[in-house]
């Protein structure tokens, strides 16, 4: 079992920056892959980024490349996402997700998480 716990979340106004953590616990080595994702009500979750910890397997979802940057701190078992030039249509709702399945292909899915976190409310007002 892997527990998640973000931390982060508010609200900004547009062009601002929101930084995300995530803390994992437990156990952390069955499932290095960590991913973010978002949703908003009446829409499937989104991935948004994800990186292989142990690994240099990152995903950026196109809407974020360039804006947004996933980093670790394995020493902390904790995955961070740094929100830059932040737009109303990132407001969301954000996830913090654990998986065993690492390769580009597979951290941008949500079917490849096992465990998520609450969710932390990001809200990018014009």
């Known amino acids: 079992q892997v527990q998640l716990v973000e931390s982060g979340g508010g609200s900004v106004q547009a062009g601002g920056s929101l930084g995300l953590s995530c803390a994992a616990s437990g156990h952390t080595y069955s499932s290095p892959c960590m991913g973010w994702f978002r949703q908003v009500p009446g829409k499937e979750r989104e991935g948004v980024a994800g990186i292989y910890t142990h690994g240099d397997s990152t995903y950026y979802a196109d809407s974020v490349k360039g804006r947004f940057t996933i980093s670790q701190d394995n020493a902390k078992n904790t995955v961070y996402l740094q929100m830059d030039r932040l737009k109303p249509e990132d407001t969301a709702l954000y996830y913090c997700?654990?998986?065993?399945?690492?390769?580009?292909?597979?951290?941008?899915?949500?079917?490849?998480?096992?465990?998520w976190g609450q969710g932390t409310q990001v809200t990018v007002s014009s």
């Open positions: 997700a654990a998986g065993s399945l690492c390769g580009t292909l597979h951290l941008r899915h949500s079917r490849n998480y096992n465990y």
